[in-house]
């Protein structure tokens, strides 16, 4: 499958084949499969903060005993991770120095 060239910001879930189009973080070389599996953890992402922003206004939820905030987490680190698996040179970087995922697993 060929890949292509695609600039990501995960603040935004955006995925785009043009720099110039928003703001972003990363850039990947990925197949369509990948630009869609991709996609389906930001629209994940987007649905767990809505879940959380609704649970933040029933107090009797506390935060460290809420699986919405463990799936975020959960999501966050599998986009890192494949950010880092597809992601040139300078994204490998950013993601390596920062700790934003478990290298040995993203390989």
């Not at 120095?97 to 993203?106: I, P, Q, R, V, Y």
Request: hydrophobic letters at 35%; a negative charge; charged letters at 30%.
């Amino acid at each position: 499958m060929e890949k292509r060239t695609y600039y990501i910001s995960v603040q935004d879930g955006m995925i785009s084949q043009h720099p110039g189009a928003s703001p972003w973080e990363f850039q990947i070389s990925a197949t369509d499969e990948d630009v869609i599996l991709l996609r389906e953890y930001f629209d994940q992402l987007y649905s767990e903060d809505w879940i959380n922003f609704f649970r933040a206004h029933v107090p009797a939820v506390e935060y460290h005993h809420d699986s919405s905030n463990d799936k975020m987490d959960e999501l966050r680190r599998n986009i890192y991770q494949m950010l880092y698996r597809l992601g040139n040179e300078e994204t490998k970087t950013f993601i390596s120095e920062n700790g934003l995922c478990d290298m040995k697993s993203a390989d």
